[in-house]
């Protein structure tokens, strides 16, 4: 079973899947330095030096203010772009 579960991962991990669109708008318009993710997401996938990586959002923040340090960067004009999901909508004005 070990073994099945080895070859099925250098598998996947061979497949040229399609970027998740959420994270591939967020790259194209700067990245999450620039843009304000408002969204239920923990984290998404970040195109670096090294290749694309799983990073969490805003890891210095606790997860339940996420949102409202995201929306108060955009605010404050610190990041340029925001993108707010219906999840993340609700009393948002």
Do not use: C
């Not at 210095?60 to 610190?78: C, I, L, Q, S, Y």
């Amino acid at each position: 079973l070990e073994r099945i579960k080895k070859l099925l991962l250098k598998l996947v991990d061979r497949m040229e899947l399609p970027p998740n669109p959420l994270d591939q708008l967020v790259d194209l318009l700067g990245g999450p330095e620039r843009v304000a993710e408002l969204t239920g997401r923990k984290g998404g996938l970040v195109a670096t030096d090294a290749g694309v990586e799983y990073q969490a959002r805003n890891k210095d923040v606790a997860r339940k203010n996420v949102n409202v340090n995201e929306k108060e960067a955009f605010m404050a004009g610190r990041k340029l772009v925001a993108i707010i999901s219906d999840a993340a909508s609700t009393g948002i004005s």
